[in-house]
């Protein structure tokens, strides 16, 4: 696909995928319609980059389907002078979209091969406002706390109270919540208020859990 198959792609993932969702903020939606999607997966995959279901990147990570990004970026209500965490950026697409909206992005992610893969793409598209960090998902990354606002870039099973003790007051954070054996996950928002967190459900969502967000299994015997 050349550069202009591609844009029209972006548009049509707007258009199709994102604005009938519920989606009104046209900040995010701009955010969608310029940045590309293609860029972060490999050469293999950009002719599938706008697909509307999760697309599976190598190392069991996934590329998370663009309507439910979208609308738990909604529902972060990122200001532009936020400071932003997102966990399991992946290959950094979601830290992109953010960063059109922020003050400054740290994205964390375990595999070597993807946060040099992330950092790489956000320099070549201009982004200089996110960061790519090597890191443990469930410590996400205290130096640069606290956040106004953290996105766990997947659905989880439990929910760290190291990763919320990182959010400043007022702060909110986005996940799918997804306990074990649960059919469905339920994109939700945790807010802080003092010392307190507090989770909202928002719509159901299905979403792969991150592996490091799940509960530990018991052994039976």
């Known amino acids: ?61 996934c590329m998370m389907e663009a309507m439910v990004l979208a609308r738990l970026i909604q529902a972060l209500a990122v200001g532009k002078d936020d400071n932003v965490l997102v966990v399991g950026a992946a290959t950094g697409y979601g830290a992109a979209i953010i960063a059109r909206l922020a003050g400054s992005v740290i994205a964390v992610e375990t595999r070597t091969q993807m946060v040099e893969k992330a950092q790489e793409t956000l320099v070549s598209i201009g982004t200089d406002n996110a960061v790519a960090i090597k890191g443990r998902l469930t410590e996400g990354f205290a130096n640069e706390g606290p956040y106004d606002a953290i996105l766990i870039e997947g659905a989880v099973e439990t929910m760290p109270e190291r990763i919320l003790e990182q959010l400043g007051n007022g702060g ?50």
Request: net charge neutral; glycine share 4%.
């Open 172 to 221: 909110r954070l986005v996940a799918v919540w997804r306990p074990e054996d649960a059919a469905v996950g339920v994109a939700s928002i945790w807010t802080k208020a003092g010392n307190e967190f507090v989770r909202k459900p928002l719509f159901d969502a299905q979403v792969p859990v991150l592996d490091e967000f799940r509960c530990k299994r018991d052994f039976v015997f």
């Open 1 to 61: 696909m050349d550069e202009t198959l591609f844009s029209q792609a972006r548009q049509t993932m707007v258009d199709c995928q994102i604005r009938p969702t519920k989606v009104t903020d046209e900040k995010i939606i701009d955010a969608f319609a310029s940045v590309p999607r293609e860029a972060f997966v490999g050469r293999n995959q950009r002719a599938i980059a706008y697909v509307d279901e999760d697309l599976p990147l190598p190392g069991g990570r």
